[in-house]
């Protein structure tokens, strides 16, 4: 370690990789994987979304959920940006994956095609 | 890219007390099942050292809910891997529920043994992986150490340690600032700094734990202490004990090495600094720092007079400054936060916060960390959750073998350095032992006496043989031989051994005697007069066991199990216990089908 600026340059990269330990205001994905999610290829979906932000070096949290009672719109997957509304999206594809993140994620604007819901900020 | 990305990291506890209720089972059974369901990829496990919860390990929690698993069995794992790791649904029956009720609470931050908590020097102890320098740099580790040595002269430093208010937390509370300008002024090219890691206190383990926990932050707080006295060199002195301590320092040390933050020229400032590990061979003494410094010279671990004070004159005749693991600990979040946010924690006099071992009969045993100045009753009911078994308070020991007994009628008090001692404890290194009132303040007095006799080096009289002169009478007290004029004995005894002892060994051994005597002379005083011990712990002079008449219903379950056939009477007649024969051992009322046999 030569300089500050080189530990401070370091530590700004390895925070990204316990990032994970930390939730606060960062965007959220969560996933549909109660027993209807599963059987519609949930899994094939959190493994994309994963794939995606690694692929993409993203701050956000992935998590999941049981089922809300959309059953026959599975695969779900929800997109919460901090301060904003949670948007669900319905029959979701691997293929979609990676239009949802960069759209909505990273450039800010829901997918209108692929979205099927909308939770006011601070809903469930 | 960042393939370091996982979507979630289950850290498990992998401190002593979770891995001997089997965390390294838990952990190797957990990498197995990730495999097994294909989740290598998409999760990290994460050892951790203690979250000072002991009593509920093995502890793991996932991230990134921050979801709070306890007493985890290796046969729990595939219930958080399939349910919670792949289907997101929380284990309910693995989460923490509060004494008493029973509501599960899932967030680490919502229970109460957490919440009143303040963690500043535990602030990373179960949350990084303690064997990666990358983690502690990644939560701004070594940022203080880096501003230190490349923006600040060593007397800003020392000035900001003092600003600060920082005392040692070795027991005595001395100023660190003060005791680093000392060392600095004091004339000499070579200096030393040294980290107390002794610990020989029976029943702590703070500083074992935050060794073990999170190493960097002692090694930080060490090259900020060198930097400002100008010293290059280091030991840290740890028993042979604790060896997984020892270990996790080691591989420390070495990534330190790694990185350029030990060694020369660090941070391009121009300063070089190592440190070594010294094993020591666990007696109490050689916490002493004289007697330390003499151990790690290869000498018999005895203490020396003072002055001269390590400062002018310490390992190998050369100006030393000799800190304890937790101060030191102290120091980067000071260097980063500022002298005056540190002040602004803890009482004027006390600022910071103080780690404290809970021990003894209280429900929540482990460590906890609390702003200087907080209640003892706020320490043992809110986040120690009360005493065991719903039993009554009646004392609580503080300080280890050279603190003392503080009784339940002083739970108001808040505790800080002077607060302690004006009642006759002392901070010590910050045990804590709850007792219920089934324990005997004499026998207690006596537990702890006897450790410090047995530990005395043997160097100087008082120690030597007053400690041995003062448990002689105890024992004899314990043993229902107690005579007049014991007592008074044992208080002069006791203030003789404080002030001519060598060091403070004997000039604190005979504090557990005297705060039990002054807080419970009645109960040394039935020993005495009564013959009695009023909490019937002092075996030989337990009240005998009687039967109620009214309840008894002559089943002669009591009689057959007497090991001294002090019971007689008819077959379903109420029957007697003969008091000059009962030795109260108890078992017969253990045997009682119908509760009618109690100590009178
Ligand atoms: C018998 C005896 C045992 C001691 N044991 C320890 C110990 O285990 N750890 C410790 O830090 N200080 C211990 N001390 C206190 C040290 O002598 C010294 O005061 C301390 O390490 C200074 O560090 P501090 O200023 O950071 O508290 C002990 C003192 C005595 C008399």
């Known amino acids: 370690m030569k300089s500050l600026e080189e530990l401070r340059k370091l530590r700004a990269e390895l925070e990204k990789e316990i990032s994970t330990r930390n939730s606060e205001g960062k965007p959220k994905i969560i996933i549909g994987m109660g027993t209807c999610g599963i059987a519609a290829g949930a899994r094939d979906i959190l493994q994309a979304v994963t794939k995606e932000v690694r692929k ?7 998590s999941q959920t049981g089922c809300i009672g959309m059953c026959e719109q599975e695969p779900l997957l929800d997109v919460q940006l901090p301060g904003q509304d949670r948007i669900t999206y319905g029959k979701v594809t691997a293929g979609d994956v990676e239009r949802i993140v960069v759209e909505h994620l990273i450039n800010g604007n829901a997918v209108k095609d692929l979205a099927i819901a909308r939770l006011e900020e601070g809903g469930i | 890219m960042n393939p370091k ?37 998409e999760i990290k496990i994460v050892e951790t050292g203690c979250h000072g919860f002991c009593e509920q390990g093995p502890i793991v929690i996932v991230y990134p809910e921050g979801v709070f698993y306890c007493q985890v069995q290796t046969d729990d794992i595939t219930d958080i891997v399939e349910d919670h790791l792949l289907k997101g649904r929380v284990v309910d029956r693995l989460l923490y529920t509060e004494q008493g009720t029973e509501i599960r609470i899932p967030a680490y931050s919502d229970i109460d043994f957490y919440k009143k908590q303040h963690r500043i ?22 940022e203080a150490c880096g501003k230190a040595l490349t923006e600040m002269t060593p007397e800003e430093v020392i000035a900001e340690i003092k ?16 005791k680093w300008e000392l060392t600095r002024q004091s004339p000499g090219e070579k200096k030393y700094v040294i980290c107390n890691a002794d610990e020989g206190d029976p029943g702590a383990f703070m500083d074992r734990s935050l060794l ?12 900020i202490a060198a930097y400002a006295i100008g010293a290059d060199e280091g030991y840290i002195y740890v028993r042979a004990e604790y060896p997984l301590a020892i270990r996790r320092l080691e591989i420390a040390l070495q990534q330190a090495r790694e990185y350029g933050l030990l060694g020369e020229d660090i941070f391009g400032s121009g300063f070089n ?7 020591g061979a666990g007696a109490f003494v050689c916490g002493e720092e004289t007697a330390l410094m003499a151990s790690i010279e290869g000498q018999r671990g005895m203490p020396r007079p003072k002055p001269p004070f390590p400062s002018v004159s310490g390992l190998w005749g050369k100006p030393t400054n000799i800190n304890n693991v937790e101060t030191y600990g102290n120091v980067p979040d000071i260097m980063r936060g500022g002298a005056e946010a540190y002040r602004a ?12 071992a809970l021990t003894g009969k209280i429900n929540n045993t482990g460590l906890v960390e609390v702003p200087m100045g907080m209640s003892l009753k706020e320490i043992i009911y809110d986040i120690g959750g009360g005493v065991s078994d719903g039993r009554e ?22 505790i800080d350095y002077e607060s302690l001692r004006e009642v006759g404890a002392m901070m010590g290194s910050g045990g804590m032992v709850v007792m219920d009132d089934t324990t005997c303040m004499v026998d207690v007095a006596r537990f702890f006496l006897k450790f410090t006799q047995s530990e005395s080096c043997g160097k100087c009289t008082p120690c030597r043989e007053g400690t041995k002169r003062m448990l002689e009478i105890l024992d004899r007290l314990c043993s229902g031989e107690g005579r007049e004029g014991d007592l008074e004995l044992l208080e002069e005894l006791g203030e003789h051994i404080i002030s001519t002892s060598l060091c403070q060994l004997g000039g604190s051994a005979p504090n557990p005697v005297l705060s039990t005597l002054k807080y419970f002379r009645a109960e040394y005083e039935a020993h005495i007069k009564d013959k009695r011990c009023p909490a019937n712990v002092c075996a030989g002079m337990a009240a005998p066991y009687v039967i109620d008449e009214a309840l008894c219903i002559g089943c002669t379950a009591c009689v057959r199990v007497c090991p001294t056939g002090a019971i007689s009477g008819e077959r379903k007649k109420p029957h007697i216990i003969h008091p000059q024969v009962c030795i109260s051992c108890g078992i017969c009322a253990s045997k009682c089908p119908v509760h009618a046999i109690a100590q009178g």
């Open chain 2, 163 to 178: 600003g600060s208010g920082l005392r040692g937390r070795g027991g005595a509370g001395f100023p660190t600032g003060l």
């Open chain 2, 345 to 356: 924690i803890g009482t004027e006099h006390s600022t910071g916060t103080k780690v404290f």
């Open chain 2, 212 to 223: 073990e926990g999170d190493p960097h932050r002692i090694i930080e707080g060490m090259i």
């Open chain 1, 56 to 62: 993409r070096n993203l701050d956000v949290n992935i």
């Open chain 2, 393 to 414: 308070l009646k004392a609580v020991q503080i300080g280890g073998p050279s603190g003392g007994c503080i009784p339940a009628d002083l739970l108001d008090l808040p």
């Open chain 2, 273 to 279: 600094f190592d440190l070594k590990i010294k094993k």
């Open chain 2, 5 to 41: 990305f996982y979507r979630s990291h289950v850290l498990v506890c992998t401190g002593t007390g979770c891995v001997s209720s089997g965390a390294s089972n838990v952990r190797d059974n957990l990498e197995a099942k990730l495999e097994e369901f294909g989740l290598q990829d």
């Open chain 2, 121 to 142: 020097v535990l602030g990373n102890c179960g949350r990084i992986n303690p064997e990666s320098i990358k983690e502690y740099i990644a939560v701004n580790g070594y």
